[in-house]
């Protein structure tokens, strides 16, 4: 008798609730329902910066995006990338100063924008949000904490000066400052 009993228990409450939670739990995070674009099933290009997706991974070539986007079958949609940066979903800032006459301006540009193309090849989410020239410091906001670093580190490997990383506490933000 009491076995039977056993077996008709129901289940613990948050077993039957774990289910029913998630759409609340959405709503108290809207950014976090947004976070990544979805994975279509078949091909996909982004028409904002040409990246493409074949089989599961993005990628940034001018010839396979040409290819797919004439395939019937090829999904139109941004990629994971493009999504932060139009969800406005920033995880790191950049905080440049500089002595403009010892590097010049255009050099470093170039450096923080190489940082970028490599950390994309490997993460297709990663990418420069903003830049803005305030004369004396240049501000930048990227999509991941880890894009902000690598400049900042790339910064300090070629140019020396001082380098802060700042991971905020309890969030997923990284402050970036250096300066020369
Ligand atoms: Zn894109």
């Given at each position: 008798m009491r076995l039977a009993a056993k077996g008709r228990r129901k289940p613990p409450d948050v077993k039957q609730n774990r289910a029913g939670s998630l759409p609340e739990l959405l709503w108290l995070y809207p950014d976090r329902r947004f976070a990544d674009a979805e994975v279509p099933p078949g091909p996909a290009v982004c028409p904002r910066c040409h990246a493409s997706l074949e089989t599961d991974h993005w990628q940034y070539d001018e010839h396979r995006y040409h290819r797919l986007r004439t395939l019937p079958e090829t999904q139109t949609m941004l990629c994971p990338g493009c999504t932060r940066v139009e969800r406005r979903l920033y995880e790191g800032e950049v905080r440049i100063r500089h002595?403009?006459?010892?590097?010049?301006k255009e050099t470093l540009l170039n450096l923080i924008h190489n940082e970028e193309a490599r950390a994309r090849a490997a993460n297709?989410?990663?990418?420069?949000a903003l830049i803005e020239d305030h004369g004396d410091e240049l501000y930048i906001l990227t999509t991941t904490r880890f894009l902000a670093e690598r400049i900042g580190k790339a910064l300090h490997k070629a140019c020396h000066g001082t380098l802060r990383l700042s991971p905020l506490p309890r969030e997923r933000f990284t402050r970036v400052w250096w300066e020369r």
């Open positions: 002595r403009w006459d010892v590097f010049d297709p989410s990663a990418r420069i």
